[in-house]
């Protein structure tokens, strides 16, 4: 004979079933439109569109730089990020893809990248064209072996630095998640140049003739060389597909009919905020993108490239970083005139860091790193539009760079001086480290929600996990069964404890296809945000629950004050 408790417990089991049944019934029947579909959370943005007639485009760099400096161009800020699945989560697709934090990535994948082979055939190098754009003194080559490259410099006064700036943020910004071209340092003597017959140069008086050897020099006189006389450069393997011309971090490409989410509204492109400061990429503007048609299985699409993300932590590419460059924008005109009445007495936190000399590395350090303060150059609007939950998911990815994979992937630069290896090194963990303390606490930090079928829930504190914040006294989570035809809630109840392990309030159905939604959130916590909750839902599968819903903040949220 039972006793009452389990009486009881079986009467509870009886009547969830049936209440279950209801709402999977409504589910399936009612006249409302589903939250959840079968495939959530997908994995893979859909692409499904042939793209074959997208046409090459150039986007007038001064026009794109001035309207992002004064008009701040894009949809309002203040909403969710469009491109996200229903677990809060970027999927892979022709912009982005997930690589560290959602699986291991090795040392030797890290150093890797996106390099396939060993860079440029030795021989004789075609040059075929000079350098049209940017500042860094460089050229186009064909290899001996037909390959096609672009070569680009050290300046005299800082031997390996833009160089190994280039290659080390090229191997951070792939594992990241972005697509990269192929870097790799290489070296090169003089007498293996020759020109390409089609070769042509325009010379400062405007008229278009053969191009010349001569016609190299003042990009060599520009370069450091080395005392054996050759010169070291990186070479980036011309990309696959047509060339297309850069993407806008606004609106989208007209022409492509895949490109439906807003640029500002991307997470990839919002989280540059986060990745941006930790490298201190602050040169983010169209001519540093670029877009290729790629055809994969009788489908043409369009493929985004992050493409010149050298320009990073304390070079750029004719000599150190200049002083306010990640501090303020461009133009700043409010600063200005203060420095201007003072005298030049007003002074502001770049004027007073102490950086470490060293010619290699420029510069970049982690000890005085704000990144709440850190500007772009010019504004970028995807990184105007970030918010809290966007900065969380990039500050994560960060985080899962432990100390030996900063180090090996800095290694790649082959510096010649290991103080400069070093100090580059130990000014990026620094700075992932401060990235942590700042937006892994700024949100409730929960993650990794599993629910297995004897209904109880576990997860992690990500801040917790990662050393920048102490647990909180305990967890209050609540239950509610969810209908997904209408979105009503049955509350359950609610439970309570001081691990990240928390067992139903009763038993949850087992007929598949219920919901589930679960809410937890923090006790007494060191940041008042943790009692916000988090939301999380569960669908019954044959064989137990899966995650398929999780909302950090809500879809609107106030905008935030621009940076000053």
């Not at 306010?324 to 030049?344: N, P, Q």
């Amino acid at each position: 004979m039972k006793s009452s408790r389990q009486a009881r417990s079986g009467g509870n089991q009886v009547m969830l079933t049936l209440l279950a049944l209801v709402l999977v019934s409504s589910g399936a029947f009612g006249t409302g439109e589903r939250k959840f579909f079968n495939d959530d959370p997908i994995a893979v943005e859909p692409e499904s569109q042939d793209a074959s007639r997208v046409n090459p485009w150039k986007i007038d760099l001064l026009y794109d730089l001035m309207r992002n400096q004064f008009a701040r161009p894009g949809e309002p800020a203040g909403g969710r990020a469009q491109n996200i699945n229903t677990i809060d989560e970027v999927p892979d697709s022709s912009w982005f893809t997930n690589r560290i934090l959602v699986r291991p990535v090795s040392l030797e994948e890290a150093a890797r990248g996106a390099a396939t082979g060993k860079g440029p055939a030795r021989g004789t190098w075609t040059v075929t064209q000079t350098k049209k754009e940017g500042d860094a003194p460089g050229f186009t080559v064909r290899d001996s072996a037909g390959e096609t490259w672009f070569l680009q410099f050290d300046p005299k006064s800082n031997p390996e630095g833009a160089t190994a700036a280039a290659v080390i943020a090229n191997r951070i910004f792939w594992t990241l998640g972005y697509f990269q071209a192929e870097y790799y340092l290489s070296e090169f003597r003089p007498e293996q140049l020759q020109i390409s017959p089609e070769a042509t140069f325009t010379p400062p008086s405007g008229r278009k003739r053969p191009l010349k050897l001569k016609d190299l020099q003042p990009v060599l006189n520009r370069a450091a060389r080395k005392q054996d006389g050759s010169y070291g450069t990186f070479a980036s393997r011309l990309l696959p597909g047509k060339i297309l011309g850069g993407f806008r971090f606004y609106g989208t490409r007209p022409d492509d009919p895949n490109d439906v989410v807003p640029h500002e509204h991307r997470r990839e492109l919002r989280a540059l905020e986060v990745f941006g400061a930790w490298t201190n990429l602050v040169d983010m503007k169209a001519l540093n993108t670029m877009d290729t048609l790629i055809t994969e299985n009788g489908r043409s699409r369009v493929r985004h490239y992050l493409l010149d993300v050298g320009s990073t932590f304390g070079m750029g590419a004719n000599g150190p970083r200049e002083w306010t460059e990640g501090y303020e924008y461009l133009f700043e005109g409010d600063k200005l005139l203060k420095r201007l009445v003072s005298f030049g007495t007003y002074l502001q936190p770049w004027q007073t860091v102490p950086y470490q000399k060293n010619k290699a590395v420029g510069r970049f350090e982690g000890d005085r790193f704000d990144p709440d303060a850190w500007k772009t150059r010019i504004p970028a609007s995807a990184v105007l539009r970030a918010r809290d939950d966007d900065n969380f998911w990039a500050a994560r990815r960060v985080m899962a760079f432990s100390d030996e994979l900063i180090r090996a992937v800095v290694k790649t630069s082959q510096f010649s001086d290991p103080a400069a290896e070093k100090l580059l090194a130990d000014a990026l963990i620094k700075r992932r480290d401060r990235i942590g303390e700042v937006y892994l606490t700024r949100i409730n930090p929960l993650v990794n929600f599993s629910l297995d079928p004897s209904g109880v829930f576990t997860f992690e504190n990500a801040a917790v996990k990662s050393g920048v914040a102490k647990a909180p006294a305990s967890y209050t989570v609540s239950w509610s069964l969810f209908d997904n035809g209408t979105g009503a809630m049955h509350p359950l109840g609610e439970t309570n404890s001081s691990a990240e392990s928390v067992p139903a309030v009763s038993a949850l159905p087992a007929t598949p296809g219920s919901f589930v939604t679960v809410e937890v959130r923090a006790v007494d916590p060191p940041h008042p945000s943790w009692t916000k909750p988090v939301r999380t839902t569960f669908r019954r599968m044959e064989n137990g629950w899966k995650l398929i819903g999780l909302e950090r903040m809500e879809e609107r949220e106030p905008q935030m004050v621009e940076k000053r």
